[in-house]
């Protein structure tokens, strides 16, 4: 058997240069030339009492402010975790010539002085790794509005600490704008248009009574080919009266990978003149919110060429200069779309209507939507379910909200087949249906929690077309819950009327009314409670009308819903104490929200980040609604957690940027110790995208380092279909690696990654239900070994385990660029009375490729055009 990784974040790797190579944007406003050698005159000091950032604080009494207050008596300091970083803004660009750092004790052996135009996209101008500490004086060049000291390495077991942050340079500089309107009469598209008199084509044609406009929801984006590599230095946007209040200015060389290098969420429409400074083929104008109900209108856009005159103004929105704190609660944004009992059944089905036609067949839109309902009773509609959209019911339990009518999935989209039907899911609900029985056709990331259903519910689309397995949790079903052409299927928590059927792999734990364990014959494993569990925060209203989330409590040895008996047990945080985060929002903005203590809601949207999102505080709800999509553009982590108590993480999209991250999640530091078996970190509907959208990279998807965590419905999918796909395009070697110890997962979907799609080096870990489809795309065997193995199996536990546990695991394998190929195993694993395996089948969908046997050597080879299983019932 080959080793085991057990990952490890890379530190003092210099992303940020790495990014600009790799996407070939060159951002003008700064030039990247180490100079440490050089003596350049200091000039100016320029950063002292300047606003001023920090990824976190170690507490009150070290403020980042502290670093740039000119007094050597106080500092600023930062949690004990890698990276950290501390950030000024200069005001206006600023020729930079020299930094001065006055470490405090706890100094950092490794890191970078970065400068940036806006904010955003970071570009080294110093890197070390052998720092030693005191005072150091660093030559540099280069320019930039904003300089940052980004850590990633520690020189003790404290955080870092600086008595003084430094920057020297002269502010100004510049050759000058051209007057040209490089866009003028060039190719133009649109994510939409109102009609065909508003076309995309207006907004470049250079004549001020023609306009284009966009249909009626959120974002747009309008974008202009310049035909060829541009330097950019100012963009002039002419809004008619339906103007944007958020947008950014946004960058590419293939209209693929995008950068955005101005942003504003204060936008007053008019005539707005933007200084952004790139090089790039494509411009894009990128919309999140607003200012009416009308869609976006823009008479004009013009692109300046050159070098810019002023600075850039900076990346909104950006910490508050006065370092006041910022606020929690406030808007959740015009893609939360609320319905009141007092609507009419005809103006609601309108609204729903709208959504799902925009969004039936957008399987990598950028739209995204939440459709929720104030408690009370509903009449007369049908709530059809596309891609990114969820319903939900505003009621603290299921029965605060009553529909007369329908909330349906089907597969009408892709002619009767739901194997696709990704990225949407039903929440807290109770639902009567007209014709006695609900339609939830769907497949993987498609959640139904906290649903009361007054009737049947039917898993299969209308036809019974091919279904590819989901997930329900904390329902209940008065009737019959009919799979029919499921693939597999995963119930936990809840109550049920019967079960029909089932095809590969259903399992239940924790369900009322659950058939007998059959496997192989009936496809049925079934454990009579759920070892542990905490359902997934959720947004409702109080009496007062008031948003609040509710945190369900953590559960031992479950058996049917938290609500039977009543409220569901658990803590009401009020709304006020969530940063509310919104597209254009960066890392930086957050990570002073979480530094303050505020929890985390993104509404829904598309959130491009450059830096790592630090979860640091026991207890911390990061919450996503409407799929909340966050994208890595510049190969950071785009989330970190301490290895700190009850951490709940739910309802969030990571979807790979186009520059590798070596981790799209990571709970708890490499080498996490600590136990955290009475409040154990959750994460509920958490999806990991590469893939699909654009073309993404990530080595890792899941990284587990902490103790007891418990892992509640993922789905990890290395793309196989939509944009970017190519084993040598959107690589990503693991989808699931678990190194803490007593890790449940229970719902665990893993698919298509090019190494090991699970490996579990923790003790103590118990996986029930694990869905798996190996990589469809090795081009040949010779590039699917694991030396001397064919291929790799696909739920790895290390050699050095002696405890584990699961149940219900399906591995799949379709080889369809080279049906020969072989994979040895499905699972892998040592043999061990302690480290046991229920109910597995391994099946090769057509005879596209063959999978030897099931465990090890254990299980016959699944192979041939009949599609049948093979399986082994327990192992050892």
């Not at 970078?112 to 135009?117: G, P, T, V, Y």
């Not at 659950?514 to 905490?534: D, E, I, W």
């Not at 070596?662 to 994460?683: C, W």
Request: hydrophobic residues 35%.
């Amino acid at each position: 058997m080959q080793s085991v990784p057990r990952l490890a974040v890379s530190r003092g790797r210099p992303l940020y240069a790495l990014v600009l190579a790799t996407v070939g944007v060159l951002l003008m406003a700064y030039l990247v030339v180490i100079g440490s050698s050089t003596a350049n005159a200091a000039v100016t000091l320029l950063s002292q009492g300047k606003p001023v950032t920090a990824s976190s604080v170690e507490n009150a009494g070290t403020p980042a402010t502290a670093a740039v207050d000119g007094n050597n008596g106080t500092r600023w300091s930062s949690a004990a975790s890698d990276p950290q970083w501390i950030q000024v803004d200069l005001g206006d660009t600023a020729t930079l010539s020299q930094v001065i750092l006055r470490w405090e004790a706890a100094y950092a052996t490794a890191f970078q002085i970065q400068a940036s135009a806006n904010g955003t996209s970071w570009t080294t101008v110093y890197s070390t790794t052998t720092s030693t500490g005191g005072v150091q004086t660093i030559n540099v060049t280069g320019s930039g509005r904003y300089v940052r000291v980004y850590g990633t390495a520690r020189a003790t077991g404290y955080g870092y600490s600086l008595w003084e942050f430094q920057v020297y340079g002269e502010i100004g500089g510049g050759t000058g704008c051209g007057t040209a309107n490089v866009a003028q009469g060039k190719t133009a598209t649109a994510s939409s248009v109102e009609n065909v008199g508003t076309p995309a084509s207006n907004a470049v044609d250079g004549s001020g009574t023609t306009r284009w406009s966009s249909a009626f929801a959120d974002p747009q984006w309008l974008q202009i080919d310049l035909g060829a590599s541009t330097p950019i230095c100012q963009v002039i946007l002419t809004w008619e009266g339906a103007y944007a209040t958020a947008y950014q200015i946004q960058v590419s060389s293939n209209a693929t990978s995008w950068t955005t290098v101005w942003s504003t969420t204060t936008g007053t429409g008019g005539t707005a003149t933007i200084s952004a400074s790139a090089t790039a083929r494509y411009v894009r104008i990128y919309m999140t919110a607003r200012a009416t109900g009308w869609g976006y209108s823009l008479w004009e856009v013009a692109v300046r060429s050159g070098t810019p005159t002023s600075p850039s103004p900076s990346v909104s929105p950006s910490p508050s200069p006065s370092g006041d704190p910022i606020q929690g609660g406030g808007s959740l944004g015009p893609n939360v779309k609320v319905f009141d009992p007092s609507m009419s059944g005809a103006t609601i089905q309108s609204q729903v209507d709208a959504v799902f036609n925009e969004m039936e067949s957008n399987q990598f839109g950028l739209q995204r939507y939440a459709l929720a309902f104030k408690p009370g009773t509903y009449s007369g509609f049908n709530a059809q379910i596309g891609f990114y959209t969820s319903i939900m019911g505003l009621g603290q339990n299921p029965g605060d909200v009553r529909i007369n009518g329908d909330v349906t999935v089907d597969a009408g989209w892709f002619q009767g087949n739901a194997t696709q039907n990704f990225w949407r899911s039903a929440e807290n609900l109770s639902v009567y249906p007209s014709a006695g029985f609900t339609r939830w056709a769907v497949s993987q990331a498609a959640p139904f929690r906290r649903m009361d259903i007054h009737g049947d519910l039917n898993l299969a689309p209308n036809g019974y077309g091919w279904a590819s397995g989901g997930y329900i949790a904390d329902s209940r079903v008065s009737g019959a819950v009919g799979p029919y052409s499921q693939q597999q299927w995963y119930t936990r928590d809840s109550q049920i009327g019967s079960w029909v059927n089932g095809v590969w792999n259903m399992v239940f734990s924790g369900v009322i009314g659950a058939p007998p364990t059959g496997f192989p014959n009936p496809v049925y494993t079934t454990l009579a409670t759920t070892p542990q569990s905490r359902e997934k925060p959720y947004l409702y209203l109080d009496g007062g009308g008031n948003y609040r989330v509710f945190v369900p409590s953590l559960r031992n040895n479950a058996s049917g819903t938290t609500w039977a008996g009543g409220s569901t047990p658990g803590t009401s945080l009020p709304l006020t104490s969530f940063y509310v985060a919104k597209p254009g929002d960066t890392a930086a903005r957050i990570n002073q929200a979480l530094a303050q203590g505020l929890h985390l809601l993104f509404t829904p949207g598309i959130y491009h980040i450059s830096g790592t999102i630090n979860v640091n505080r026991a207890d911390t709800v990061v919450l996503g609604l409407g799929y909340a999509t966050i994208i890595p553009d510049t190969g950071a982590i785009p989330m970190s957690v301490a290895d700190v108590d009850g951490v709940k993480i739910a309802g969030i999209l990571f979807d790979a940027g186009p520059v590798n991250s070596p981790v799209l999640l990571q709970l708890g530091a490499t080498g996490s110790s600590a136990s955290h078996a009475a409040n154990p970190t959750s994460i509920s509907d958490v999806f990991f995208r590469i893939g699909g959208a654009h073309a993404g990279k990530a080595t890792t998807s899941l990284l587990v380092n902490s103790n007891n965590v418990i892992i509640d419905h993922i789905w990890a999918w290395r793309g196989d279909h939509g944009a970017g796909i190519g084993w040598t395009v959107n690589t990503a070697d693991y989808g699931v690696i678990v190194n803490g110890n007593n890790v449940l997962a229970t719902g665990l979907f893993v698919e298509h990654y090019q190494k090991y799609n699970v490996v579990w080096n923790g003790q103590g870990g118990r996986t029930i239900f694990f869905q798996n489809e190996l990589p469809y795309d090795p081009p040949n065997q010779a590039a699917y070994m694991n030396g001397s193995t064919r291929g790799y199996a696909a739920y790895k536990v290390a050699d050095t385990v002696t405890s584990h546990e699961a149940w219900g695991l399906g591995v799949y394998c379709y080889f369809n660029v080279d049906p020969t190929i072989h994979a040895a195993r499905g699972i892998e694993t040592p043999v061990n009375a302690n480290v046991k395996f229920h109910s597995v089948s391994t099946v090769s969908l057509g005879g596209n490729g063959v999978i030897d046997n099931v465990i090890n050597t254990t299980g016959g080879p699944a192979q041939g055009t009949a599609t049948v299983p093979s399986t082994v019932t327990n192992f050892p």
